[in-house]
């Protein structure tokens, strides 16, 4: 079970400081885990705060060159020298705001196993294919191409976050059924990729305006195996509500 907060383009360091040292003092006994994915310039504090605690801490993207003359970019070098345990490949705004195609993501998530950090590939349908009732087809389609030459060395090695692009923010959610049967579609598609042992221990997180009357009834389906949450991670109450639910 893992539970990310995906912070996106909010707070800066001297907030990042604050929070995460409550998040370290208020954590509780956990079985689950808890990682925090804040923007690149807070990685830094992250690491001198949560260092030998057991919150992982990670990146929401990263380059998808080694090293080089690329201006702006962010090395998987550089995140595993900063302790980063996760990234994050293949959320929807980078497909949509920046033109990020299927291989674009999975060279991505090469440079990251490379470093020793684990991939959170995220898969998801619009709107307007759910209702031409085109989900679970799009979606596996985007999960394959995105997985092209991605090799785990092991299942923990790779995380899968189903999220609907028309919930993302909007309020609006999966039922625990959708999520389920798409939960259900993805793993079926791993294991074909990689074999059913594989699959079955490969974490496939659900997100999309997850939040604390929502989470419980999600967790309750067998596929589902925690969350990548976006605005509920902003306030500690709520991402400490999400934890506790985890266990």
Same mark, same amino acid.
């Given at each position: 079970?893992?539970?990310? !907060?995906?912070?996106?383009?909010?707070?800066?360091?001297?907030?990042?400081?604050?929070?995460?040292?409550?998040?370290?003092?208020?954590?509780?006994?956990?079985?689950? $885990?808890?990682?925090?994915?804040?923007?690149?310039?807070?990685?830094?504090?992250?690491?001198?705060?949560?260092?030998?605690?057991?919150?992982?801490?990670?990146?929401?993207?990263?380059?998808?060159?080694?090293?080089?003359?690329?201006?702006?970019?962010?090395?998987?070098?550089?995140?595993?020298?900063?302790?980063?345990?996760?990234?994050?490949?293949?959320?929807?705004?980078?497909?949509?705001?920046?033109?990020?195609?299927?291989?674009?993501?999975?060279?991505?998530?090469?440079?990251?196993?490379? $470093?020793?950090?684990?991939?959170?590939?995220?898969? !998801?349908?619009?709107?307007?294919?759910?209702?031409?009732?085109?989900?679970?087809?799009?979606?596996?389609?985007?999960?394959?191409?995105?997985?092209?030459?991605?090799?785990?060395?092991?299942?923990?090695?790779?995380?899968?976050?189903?999220?609907?692009?028309?919930?993302? !923010?909007?309020?609006?959610?999966?039922?625990?059924?959708?999520?389920?049967?798409?939960?259900?579609?993805?793993?079926?598609?791993?294991? $074909?990729?990689?074999?059913?042992?594989?699959?079955?221990?490969?974490?496939?997180?659900?997100?999309?305006?997850?939040?604390?009357?929502?989470?419980?009834?999600?967790?309750?389906?067998?596929?589902?195996?925690?969350?990548?949450?976006?605005?509920?991670?902003?306030?500690?109450?709520?991402?400490?509500?999400?934890?506790?639910?985890?266990?």
């Amino acid at each position: 079970m893992l539970v990310a !907060g995906n912070w996106k383009m909010h707070k800066v360091p001297s907030e990042a400081r604050v929070w995460l040292a409550e998040l370290k003092r208020l954590l509780p006994p956990l079985d689950s $885990e808890a990682a925090v994915l804040p923007a690149f310039p807070m990685l830094p504090v992250a690491k001198e705060v949560l260092s030998g605690t057991p919150i992982a801490y990670g990146a929401q993207d990263v380059s998808p060159h080694r090293e080089g003359a690329y201006t702006g970019e962010v090395s998987a070098r550089m995140l595993a020298d900063l302790g980063c345990r996760y990234a994050i490949v293949g959320h929807s705004e980078r497909r949509r705001y920046h033109g990020e195609s299927d291989a674009l993501v999975a060279e991505k998530a090469k440079r990251l196993l490379e $470093e020793g950090i684990t991939p959170i590939l995220c898969v !998801g349908e619009p709107l307007e294919v759910r209702e031409r009732g085109e989900a679970v087809p799009y979606t596996l389609a985007q999960l394959l191409g995105s997985l092209k030459g991605v090799e785990p060395e092991s299942p923990d090695r790779l995380v899968i976050a189903y999220e609907p692009v028309w919930a993302i !923010g909007t309020g609006k959610n999966a039922t625990p059924e959708d999520a389920e049967a798409m939960h259900q579609a993805i793993r079926q598609a791993l294991a $074909e990729r990689y074999g059913e042992a594989f699959a079955s221990r490969v974490r496939v997180l659900y997100g999309g305006s997850v939040n604390p009357k929502n989470f419980a009834d999600l967790l309750s389906m067998p596929n589902v195996d925690g969350g990548l949450v976006g605005g509920a991670s902003l306030e500690l109450e709520s991402f400490l509500a999400l934890l506790r639910m985890a266990g």
